[in-house]
């Protein structure tokens, strides 16, 4: 299974950095695994939240999303526990999807055709995390599930 994670904008924060490219780096002992990065959007000081929305989503959309299997990480999404998550990666790939496609979106979202061409949404958590941080968090949720399903320690229950 191939897992790709976009992100809309880069990842300034250099600690946050290091820490995703810590976890990129076990990750690809488990499985293939990329992240893309789409350019942050220019002059949108005079935008409303809507037009912002969807030109970020032609962005994500240009990403071919609807050749893979895509999970939204959105706010109203579906909560798992690690566990719970590495059961619905394992789900995943006994399904044969062979490509999933997790997105981050910008600051306000998505816009409603980026939810309509995704099958599914997912969320970390209750709590409102930067759009940076989040991207830190869900690698290592990532991780964490891959060392779950091969019954290694880094979880410990």
């Not at 904008?9 to 946050?16: D, E, M, P, S, V």
């Amino acid at each position: 299974m191939n897992i790709v994670l976009t992100c809309v904008g880069k990842t300034n924060l250099a600690y946050l950095q290091e820490g995703i490219q810590e976890y990129e780096k076990r990750l690809k002992h488990y499985n293939k695994f990329t992240i893309n990065y789409i350019p942050d959007l220019k002059n949108t000081k005079n935008l409303k939240p809507n037009a912002i929305k969807s030109a970020e989503g032609q962005l994500i959309l240009s990403k071919n999303i609807k050749s893979a299997f895509t999970i939204l990480l959105d706010e109203n999404g579906k909560e798992y526990t690690s566990v719970a998550f590495a059961q619905y990666l394992q789900k995943l790939m006994l399904n044969s999807h062979k490509n999933v496609h997790f997105i981050i979106g910008g600051a306000y979202g998505f816009s409603q055709e980026v939810y309509q061409a995704a099958n599914t949404k997912m969320s970390l958590s209750k709590m409102t995390f930067s759009h940076q941080m989040i991207r830190l968090l869900f690698v290592e949720q990532l991780y964490r599930a891959f060392t779950i399903l091969n019954n290694e320690p880094y979880h410990h229950q």
